[in-house]
């Protein structure tokens, strides 16, 4: 089955800075990938996906980019801000009918 | 528009009681349904996935259960909980075009 692996399990950033998250994964069908933020005793929420066909999407502050010889992706937060304090969750999917496989989740603070 | 519903929120059981969770989605038709548990600063274990009526596919073995009597209506059962049962369960739901969408979750505590 998929292996998603993600690192770094926590992150520290002063407010401003640029924030980056990579995962990888093992089974070269996996054609999407999410990834969600859960702030403290809420649900995950997706906040940008990307899929298989595409190298690179960016809203606003966040980036994803996807490199599917070397199946990894990453997030890339920019001019980080308090509120993006929470954990993030990475994720591959083989498409519709298929599980989610997710990472372990990275704890990023964002330091005033 | 869909959304997904998930109660209770908050549930307080003694060992050895059942558990019966509900989630349903509204706005979609025959959704991808899951089930995950989280413990306090963990990750999320995929407990149960569902793609249809019936269609159930256990990811860990233990004490609980899972049914869909419902298209969009998925239950997460047990006979007994155990200490080990305690988490912050999710429901998420997801349709033919992605991505996945979680339900608010339910904070179990077993005493």
């Known amino acids: 089955g998929e292996n998603v692996e993600q690192h770094p399990s926590t992150l520290s950033v002063q407010e401003g800075d640029s924030a980056v998250i990579k995962c990888t994964y093992s089974?070269?069908?996996?054609?999407?990938f999410p990834w969600y933020k859960q702030e403290l005793g809420k649900r995950p929420q997706l906040i940008i996906d990307?899929?298989?066909?595409?190298g690179e999407k960016k809203d606003q502050r966040i980036a994803v980019t996807l490199n599917k010889t070397a199946k990894h992706f990453s997030l890339h937060i920019t001019e980080t801000q308090p509120e993006d304090s929470a954990v993030y969750f990475c994720a591959a999917s083989k498409g519709a009918g298929n599980q989610f496989y997710f990472g372990t989740g990275t704890s990023l603070t964002v330091i005033p | 528009s869909q959304t997904i519903h998930q109660w209770p929120a908050t549930l307080v059981q003694p060992v050895g009681s059942p558990l019966s969770l509900e989630c349903t989605v509204e706005g979609t038709s025959n959704p991808n349904l899951y089930w995950y548990r989280q413990a306090a600063g963990r990750g999320l274990q995929l407990l149960f996935y569902s793609v249809g009526i019936g269609q159930i596919s256990s990811e860990v073995p233990q004490n609980l259960s899972a049914s869909r009597p419902q298209d969009r209506q998925f239950i997460l059962s047990s006979k007994k909980l155990l200490l080990s049962d305690s988490g912050f369960y999710l429901c998420a739901w997801s349709g033919s075009s992605q991505p996945q969408h979680f339900g608010d979750g339910t904070r179990l505590s077993i005493l």
């Open positions: 990307i899929r298989s066909n595409v």
């Open positions: 089974d070269s069908a996996s054609n999407y």
